[in-house]
Each structure stands twice: as structure tokens, then as C-alpha cells.
């Protein structure tokens, strides 16, 4: 591939992921005003969300196996149009019902996004510049994620709810046009390739389940930042909600700024080498997370969470690029499915299981007070902690056959 058109694929790539991520966060900041539009509680509007979430985490390995069967690039630009479409509708829909259906086809394009996003990595760029590509699309997933509040807002303000969905209309067009004028074609022959797929004998592969239980594990401590964050910013520590949205925005700026240094850091030195890196950046993160808040306060939550970030952007560039690389070709839709479905389900546990320890330790959260609050944060990252040491383990014992045997010579 040449370079226009490797620049050209890769732009089409990224912005496939950043409107499939931007599509998760952009709704919340919509929810008021949404069941003001349509007279429903909030119980109701969160439908608005989780339709979203839950179309993606119930099809995305399914959708990654299609990909290999009926081709990558074909089902990106079919998931692309959904996506389009879907935003269209749900822009236009009459009833708080309409929108939540409309939105679970908008997490079905996502979840075709998402895949084939990073199935395509492999047959856009050289192996050797896989690692800078994957720091890219992490990149452009947290840009989606930390542009969705701020930008939703101005939407609703200025244009109404309406404009949150509109908006993803045009971009998710113009990256239709990219896919289909840049991505390589596949040829009809490939669906007579892949009807010996195994998943049991995929997922017993060593490596493989090593990668994505650390996906899970990583993700489920990185959402319990998002879950105990804010109660701590703003009970803990008494920030106004200005100041709070600053402090949130820390975390994904930073995981957004470290995305392609790290993916050169992996290319350089070697997937496994920098998993191990960024895992050990998360250790220290979540230790400090568990000791220095209760000291220094506001600078004492804020450092740590930076580490921990880093260590993260670095983790998923370097994993990410570990299991698709040692992927056979006709099984990179799936297990890109898998690596997504691992992130989805750790972000589930991290929102469900620590927050559950975090309210637990806290208290009543509307009455607790913010030594109690404090005391739940530090409970919670110390379990992180576990979980971040867990990673670490399964990193250590997956680690490459060459590197299990010191060089004597």
C-alpha cells in the first residue's frame, strides 16, 4: 500500500474508533434533558445508554468472526453505513422507545467499528509499525471517550438534544467514503476460507487468554476511576463541579496524549517487554492511589492518576499489539471481537464489583462523611492493586519462549 492511501486507510480507521467511542459518552451528558423531552424518569432515559452498551457487548465477537468470513473491510463500510443511519434515526425519533431501538442499531455499527478497526490493523500497515497504529487507535478511542461530555454539552445548548446524534451523521459518512476509497479490497474467494474456526481450541492458546483476562482486569480498575472518582472529587475533597470536570478530564487527556508514544515504545522494544512496563506503571499507580489522597488531597489524587494512565495507554498498545500480531489472518475479526468483548465485560465488573466495594467501605454515600469517603477510595484501590498484581502474574507466566531462558553464552 502506498503512502496516500496507507494515510488514507488509517484515517478512516481512526475515525471509525473515535465515533464508535464518541457515540458511548456523548449520550450521558444528554439524559436530563431527555427525559425532560420525553416526560420519563431517569430509570427510563438510561435505557438511552445501556441499549448502546449492551448491543455492542452481546455481538461484537460474532460481528469479528463475520468480518473473517465475508471480509473486514466490506463489513467496516456496512458497519459504518448502520452507524450513520442509526444516528440519523435516533436524531429523529419520535419516542423515548424509537430512540432506544434506534440506539441499539447505533451499537451494532459500533461494535462492527470497533472490531474491524482493529482486525484492519494487520492488512494496513507493516508488522513493524503495528504497535504505533494500535497506540493510535487507543488514542483516538479516548479522545472520543473524553470529547463526548464536553462536546454533548454544547450541542444540547446551542442546538438542542437532537444534536448529539446529528452530529455523528456527517463524520460517520466521511468515514464510510475513507474505508471504501482506501481500505484494501478482499476478493469473493475468502468466505470458502474460514469454516474451521474453533473457539475452544482458540481460547485455550496460552497467550491469547493470558491477553485478554489482562484486558479484563485492566479495564475493570481503570473504570473504577471514573465510578469513585467523582464521589471522591466532589464528597472526599468538596470541589465545585467545575473543578471536578477538570479533574476528570485529566485521565482520558493524558491517556489520549500518551497513545502513539506508546505504540513506538512497543515497536521498539517488543510487545511483551512494554505489557509488562505499563503493568508495573499501574501497580505503582494504584498503590499511590491507595496512600497519598488522604494526605495531600486534590494533588495527592491527581498524581497517581496520571501514573496509572500512562501505565495503562502503554499496557493496551502493547497487548493489543502482542495478540493481533501472533493472530493467523483469518481469525484477526474474531479475536479483535474477543479483545473488545474482554475490555466491555472488565468495564462492566470494574462499575458493578468495585463500585460495590466502594459503597460498601463508604457507607451511605448521600450522608457519608469525607473521611468515610476516603476510607472507601483507599479500599478500593488497594483491591485494584490486587487485581493490577493479578495482570502482572498472568503477564509473567505468558511471557515469550525466549524470554523464559537467561542467555548463558
Not at 225 to 254: E, N
Amino acid at each position: 500500500m502506498n503512502a496516500p492511501a496507507s494515510r488514507g486507510a488509517l484515517a478512516g480507521l481512526s475515525l471509525s474508533m473515535l465515533l464508535a467511542s464518541l457515540g458511548t459518552s456523548i449520550a450521558n451528558v444528554g439524559l436530563p434533558s431527555l427525559a425532560q423531552a420525553f416526560d420519563a424518569s431517569f430509570q427510563a432515559v438510561q435505557w438511552i445508554v445501556l441499549a448502546y452498551l449492551l448491543a455492542i457487548t452481546a455481538v461484537i465477537v460474532s460481528v469479528g468472526r463475520l468480518g473473517d468470513i465475508v471480509g473486514r473491510s466490506r463489513l467496516l463500510q456496512a458497519g459504518l453505513l448502520l452507524f450513520t443511519l442509526a444516528s440519523a434515526l435516533c436524531a429523529i425519533a419520535p419516542s423515548l422507545g424509537l430512540l432506544v431501538a434506534a440506539r441499539a442499531l447505533q451499537g451494532l455499527g459500533a461494535a462492527i467499528m470497533m472490531a474491524m478497526t482493529m482486525a484492519l490493523v494487520g492488512e494496513t500497515v507493516s508488522k513493524d509499525r503495528a504497535g504505533r497504529t494500535m497506540g493510535l487507535l487507543g488514542t483516538m478511542s479516548a479522545i472520543g471517550t473524553a470529547l463526548g461530555p464536553s462536546v454533548g454539552g454544547v450541542l444540547i445548548v446551542g442546538f438542542g438534544w437532537q444534536a448529539l446524534f446529528f452530529v455523528t451523521v456527517p463524520l460517520g459518512a466521511l468515514a464510510f467514503v475513507l474505508a471504501r476509497r482506501y481500505l484494501p479490497r478482499e476478493g469473493n474467494q475468502q468466505t470458502s476460507t474460514h469454516t474451521g474456526f474453533n473457539w475452544l481450541s482458540t481460547l485455550r492458546n496460552p497467550p491469547l487468554r493470558a491477553g485478554l483476562t489482562m484486558t479484563a482486569l485492566v479495564s475493570a480498575v481503570m473504570m473504577a476511576t471514573l465510578v469513585v472518582g467523582p464521589f471522591y472529587l466532589a464528597r472526599g475533597v468538596g470541589l465545585a463541579p467545575t473543578w471536578m470536570g477538570l479533574a476528570m478530564a485529566v485521565g482520558p487527556c493524558v491517556s489520549a496524549l500518551a497513545g502513539v508514544p506508546a505504540g513506538r515504545l512497543t515497536d521498539r522494544f517488543g510487545g511483551h517487554t512494554m505489557t509488562v512496563i505499563g503493568l508495573m506503571a499501574m501497580v505503582t499507580g494504584c498503590l499511590l492511589l491507595s496512600l497519598m489522597p488522604s494526605y495531600w488531597g486534590v494533588v495527592g489524587y491527581i498524581g497517581p492518576l496520571i501514573l496509572l494512565t500512562l501505565g495503562y495507554a502503554q499496557f493496551q498498545a502493547a497487548n493489543n499489539t502482542s495478540v493481533m500480531n501472533d493472530v493467523a489472518t483469518d481469525r484477526r475479526g474474531a479475536i479483535a471481537g474477543l479483545l473488545n468483548l474482554s475490555r466491555n465485560l472488565g468495564l462492566i465488573t470494574g462499575a458493578s464489583a468495585l463500585g460495590a466495594v466502594f459503597a460498601f467501605v463508604s457507607g451511605d454515600l448521600a450522608v457519608a462523611s469525607p473521611e468515610a469517603i476516603s476510607n472507601g477510595m483507599r479500599t478500593t484501590f488497594v483491591v485494584a492493586l490486587g487485581l493490577i498484581t493479578l495482570a502482572l502474574l498472568c503477564a509473567w507466566r505468558s511471557r515469550p519462549a525466549a524470554a523464559q531462558l537467561p542467555d548463558i553464552s
